[in-house]
């Protein structure tokens, strides 16, 4: 590589890129170096000569979106949003790395204006993305009319070869070669280099082929020649009827005499000398966050370019407005769910079957939620009726097949959560929680509120056995911070959790939903169910017998309280029934979410869960966490077993005599 | 398709297993008939003409592996395994999915002799079986010798287009294709229907291309003409110097009038009418669990066949065994660790470190351990040292570099533990245990002792910020039944818990390392560590001047248990040392293990958390969990920070004054 001068305004800004990356990792002597260095002519491309952003206005509806997702490129990416005008000052990037800073060590959206997601575990930033185009492809049929293109814009990713290794990244471009999403573009940081060395030491495949293999656009460009880079992004974005994927070829650490093309310029601060050696080797001067004036302002263009794509775009959203009055509910979707039309239920029904019905019901009144299962859409009940498979030819359908493909399924439903404009929720069984988990977590991190469902919730599925028992998944998804984890108890708690999804605005909501019919227990009234308070007295105890004075509550008197969830709840219900002939009052409490409930006032807490009284917890699921709660369990801490689900729940205690049995026990310590 | 008769005694066996496994469903009234009826011919050629097993052993070290990644598939499983003479009955296939069963409803290696691992979440079988090419090349290369083809077997794969969409399936090929398995063939059942209907609704890959780009040998066959089978598997057989995959082309529900190349047909039993048109279809008698005998005979030529081979190899082993009695290290490793050579240490040191340098010393001992990382040797601390990687030019090498693919490594490394002659760990930081949790699961549920590495364990990891600080991982994982998580407190610690590593036989261990140094607090003693038990005193509280008389305790006197778990150790040794100043009588517990803990008897576990002694639980980790030993907790219910690591310990209270006004609180309760 010879060493690139500046001499152009060009070469001039994409070494301030430079410049300014390593030296924050530098003071903070912490982070990536090695990516912005090698791919800010890709990145500067992108940002100056394609994307349509308002440095001004990061929220713009109709924003080209661009996700980096290769997270450790951070810099580059906090470069480009102070360099255009974002929200973000020359001290935000000193302050890099630092506790209270708006730089933290990998992107976050709720820290970082400008920033669309949270990415640094590899492969969710591409994932998301492809979910980000289904919502753009799902809004603009839906929305536009001739004249009116309201919603148009494009995706673009900034991925590294971790990125492509990772098999969330394998089903989503799997995805997104089956939709046609020819407005997704790909730029592949290509560097040959990975953190333990030469990307030849794990990776051989052939990249060109392989997205080929998946119907997908591919092209290569040289990551340093910005007019080749520049070529193949045109190229891509007139590629329309697939994804995009560019290989440019860059190199590690570009500039740094030292450690360019090596994976010692990856992770790890430069060193005081070898900044100042890369610095002259890029023919920057020595100083630190040395910005010059011709370069901001180079790129402070973007304020107004910016503006004025926003404001052309204001007014045609006005003229639309005004021409078409039926986009109302497209564009300004109204966050209340009116419940007057919701499903009655009448018999015995499972709740994932209630879910769907309810998931009708609200699909009706919100043409803005869409969503789908993994190749499990009867068994979970995800289907929206009248309505058909979002597909290359049905862009306006709102079932979304997402496949075998749990992993990319949920990081596609936060990806349409954060586009914007539209709810997403994704389904399958919840042993396979496990397999899209980091999508779960990031959502709750980046507080946005994915919808995720998950049937088929215990061992009460039944023959499927062991492998497809959850068994740890209901208390090892309550742990993940931000998660509200829903677990109802009848169809009429199913309805009152999908009305609570819905309204959430910070946060994701997992629905825990039984193979199995349960018998209706709780109100039919949804606007004023107590599942909003996370825990309720669902039957309270006659007057204790036994302490009648001693242990006066709040609520009631009783000798026993009884919490349980879901398909336990009617367990509990019978259990109390049982203890109650024999004279001890037993409270049963249905706690569809510790989440809602931990965040109630102390007083009702405590009147819930009254000081003295004993409390029994029946969960067919890991005891663990339920001693902050209870002081005897009816649990499973053991792999299940494959029979009827009647038996496996007898066999391993799930009766109402087993209940009573231990809460006699509890009472007798 | 033309109805196939029985006009060979071949067409007469494969219908035999159609029967079996229409049969069993029907009489379960549950499962999945669709595989077993399309894909019977393709395995039956595979384990009839190719399979080199023995149904009297089928722990015979040198058998070729069978792994049906289509768990789904169970049936055909089930039907091979009786028909070839396997420990398992008429009887056993009749109870199918019953209580008790050897057959039930995915299978379980732990259950069924011949089943190789437990299937069912799709991709894990294909995952595993990389893991067992890779065990059984790198013992083949390191023990066979010329005219001594000691370990020389074939690994085989029955998968579903599940499988080729999941994730893992791709991260496992791409290393398969990059390390060049040339011994591992792949059968792939196209069946072209997913539960939600025809493939084409969410699956367009070209998989032959996409397989190609991962450097694999791809063949077509059609799967329901036995002689294209055949000839495809001895060319894949031939073709050494790649993995090799097979896609046949077969109807699911092949046989069925009305179900046949319907997704109907997949996971519900045909119905009484149906089943018995199948048969006519099928040309056989309407007998249930009907078996020829001139089928049973031919089937159970296994029998002979398998005894022959074993015996041969047998003797081949004795002749090897006489004139290389070097190589009895590798025939016959020997279980238990010296822990005489392990380090010494000195100095604070990260566990990483300590795990690091333990490994080592284990790894001289014993040479059949192998394992690495998912690209991050260094910083997890994977690399045995005098050892290349292991590589296609280098198979002898112990290093693995299993590239940005947690999933498929802890997968393999499932495959490699469960090929038996090696033990094999891998690893990556703890926040990426959510990439690959279906497979540590799954080895808990096999009753495995695969090794698992976890570094970077906590919020203590510092500037790399939220998207990378484990929060709920640790008890994520401690909710999964028969994983020993272990977090050590410091570098003998470590050793320790390393020991009892290699010493588990029936469950796997996740060893949870930090990223900062810790200083050393445990006895340097490793053979008599007390980590074995799971929690001990490692400060035993003075004689308490508040309750001298009150609270009498089998191992002491204290006002106050603290419980902590690796790096947290410190923090409450020393908030124990604040507290005895102030005349509060503080026992400090290091907890290493839950798991082992509650494995000891109860007078055991009384004498650490005795009774009415209030505890203190600290760890940088999720609180929920601790209230099962502990009334006040120190611990982090929400997302970290992007700082330095002890400027975020300190800010979230990992102190020994926030212990210390923690315990003060609890103590005036």
């Not at 790909?186 to 998946?214: C, K, M, P, W």
């Amino acid at each position: 590589m010879g060493a690139p001068l500046v001499a152009t305004i060009e070469q001039l800004c994409v070494n301030t890129i430079r410049g300014l990356s390593i030296d924050a990792v530098q003071r903070a002597n912490s982070g990536h170096p090695g990516l912005p260095l090698g791919a800010a002519p890709v990145a500067f491309v992108l940002w100056t000569r394609h994307l349509r952003h308002n440095p001004s206005n990061p929220k713009w509806a109709n924003r080209d979106r661009f996700v980096l997702s290769a997270g450790h490129g951070y810099m580059l990416l906090y470069s480009l949003l102070f360099l255009t005008g974002y929200e973000l000052t020359l001290d935000d990037l000193k302050g890099f790395r630092q506790w209270g800073s708006k730089t933290p060590g990998h992107p976050e959206n709720i820290l970082t204006p400008g920033v669309e997601m949270a990415t640094g575990p590899l492969g969710q930033g591409f994932a998301s993305a492809v979910g980000m185009a289904i919502a753009e492809r799902y809004l603009s049929s839906n929305i536009n009319r001739p004249g009116f293109e309201i919603v148009d814009h494009h995706t673009y990713v900034l991925c590294s070869d971790g990125d492509l290794m990772e098999g969330v990244t394998q089903e989503a471009a799997s995805l997104a070669g089956h939709l046609k999403l020819g407005k997704l573009v790909v730029l592949y940081d290509d560097n040959h280099i990975t953190i333990d060395g030469a990307t030849d030491l794990s990776f051989s495949d052939h990249t060109r082929e392989r997205f080929q293999a998946l119907g997908w656009h591919v092209q290569e460009a040289d990551g340093e020649d910005m007019e080749s880079v520049d070529r193949a992004i045109a190229i891509a974005k007139k590629a329309t009827a697939e994804p995009s994927l560019i290989i440019c070829r860059t190199t590690i650490g570009f500039g740094s005499p030292n450690f360019a093309g090596k994976s010692k310029s990856h992770g790890a601060a430069l060193g005081v000398e070898e900044v100042k050696l890369t610095k002259r080797a890029l023919g920057m001067p020595e100083q630190e966050f040395y910005v010059p004036e011709q370069a901001l302002d180079f790129f402070r263009q973007a304020e107004v370019t910016g503006q004025e794509l926003e404001d052309n775009w204001s007014r045609l959203v006005e003229a639309f407005r005004a021409t078409h009055p039926e986009s109302t509910a497209w564009l300004d979707p109204d966050g209340s769910i009116e419940t007057s039309h919701f499903p009655e239920f009448n018999d015995p029904v499972a709740t994932r079957v209630a879910s769907a019905k309810t998931l009708n019901a609200i699909a009706k009144q919100v043409p803005t939620l869409i969503g789908g299962a993994a190749d499990l859409a009867e068994s979970v009940g995800t289907m929206i009726e009248d309505s058909p498979y979002f597909q290359p030819n049905t862009p306006t359908g709102r079932n979304i097949a997402f496949g075998v493909r749990e992993h990319a399924m949920m990081a596609a439903v936060n990806g349409i959560t954060l586009h914007a404009g539209c709810r997403a929720f994704g389904g399958t069984f919840l042993i396979f929680s496990d397999y899209c988990r980091p999508a779960l977590r990031l959502a709750a991190l980046m507080e946005i509120p994915s919808i995720f469902l998950f049937s088929h919730d215990s061992i009460g599925l039944g023959e499927d056995g062991p492998t497809h028992q959850p068994i740890e998944h209901l208390m090892a998804l309550r742990a993940i911070p931000n998660l509200n984890v829903m677990r109802p108890a009848d169809a009429y708690e199913t309805a009152a959790c999908w009305k609570i999804a819905m309204e959430a605005r910070k946060n994701p909501c997992a629905l825990i939903l039984t193979r199995q019919a349960l018998p209706l227990l709780t109100p039919a009234e949804i606007e004023v169910h107590q599942a909003t308070r996370g825990a309720y007295v669902l039957a309270e105890a006659s007057v204790s017998s036994r302490y009648p004075e001693e242990r006066s509550i709040s609520a009631g008197i009783a000798d026993l309280v009884i919490v349980a969830t879901g398909s336990e709840v009617s367990v509990a219900m019978a259990a109390g029934s049982l203890l109650e002939k024999e004279g001890i009052a037993a409270r049963v409490v249905s706690m569809p979410s510790w989440f809602l409930f931990e965040r109630q006032p102390k007083d009702y807490r405590e009147s819930i869960f009254p000081k003295n009284i004993p409390v029994v917890s029946v969960e067919a699921g890991a005891t663990l966490g339920w001693a902050r709660y209870a002081q005897a369990h009816v649990g499973i801490d053991h792999f299940g077993a494959s029979a009827p689900g009647p038996a496996v729940m007898r066999e391993f205690g799930f009766t109402p005599e087993n209940v009573a049995t231990v809460s006699r026990e509890l009472l007798k310590r």
